[in-house]
């Protein structure tokens, strides 16, 4: 597996992850429906074009999944154990259909568990931006990760 264990996360480090991301009219609608989120602004083309966008607003639901989603391979593919938490969610710019998504990790804290001595904690600080670089989603997420396997 690609993902780092917890003694190879360094406080500060910035992956800038390669992998990028068209969002597509067709991702939207199908993570719309599918979490069951009638939300017009997501779904109704005529709705949406009376609003101040004039057009459909990507999920912000998927935008944080594939902002998260991203990340998995250059970070936590196979060493994460559990998501912990994520806060200070923010989505400061709407995300559109055609847009691409581009998302950077920062890790803020790595710490050993408590009361498990296989696993540990690290914070991360995600942020995607769209073509244009402009900020569009930030989140703090803190995921629990396995230390390295004694050979």
């Known amino acids: 597996?690609?993902?780092?264990?917890?003694?190879?996360?360094?406080?500060?480090?910035?992956?800038?992850?390669?992998?990028?991301?068209?969002?597509?009219?067709?991702?939207?609608?199908?993570?719309?429906?599918?979490?069951?989120?009638p939300q017009p602004l997501h779904i109704d083309f005529d709705f949406a074009s009376r609003s101040e966008w004039g057009?459909?607003?990507?999920?912000?639901?998927?935008?944080?999944?594939?902002?998260?989603?991203?990340s998995v391979h250059d970070t936590t593919m196979g060493t994460t154990l559990a998501n912990l938490g994520m806060t200070e969610t923010v989505f400061p710019k709407p995300v559109f259909h055609g847009d691409t998504i581009r998302v950077e990790t920062e890790v803020l804290s790595v710490r050993e568990s408590k009361s498990r001595a296989d696993r540990g904690i690290v914070e991360f600080e995600h942020r995607a931006y769209n073509q244009k670089g402009d900020l569009v989603a930030k989140c703090i997420r803190q995921a629990m990760i396995a230390k390295t396997r004694a050979a």
Request: charged share 15%.
């Open 1 to 37: 597996m690609a993902g780092l264990y917890l003694e190879e996360f360094q406080v500060g480090h910035v992956f800038r992850h390669a992998l990028t991301k068209t969002v597509t009219e067709g991702d939207n609608m199908l993570f719309s429906t599918m979490t069951l989120n």
């Open 55 to 70: 057009k459909p607003l990507v999920n912000s639901l998927f935008t944080l999944g594939l902002m998260i989603g991203i």
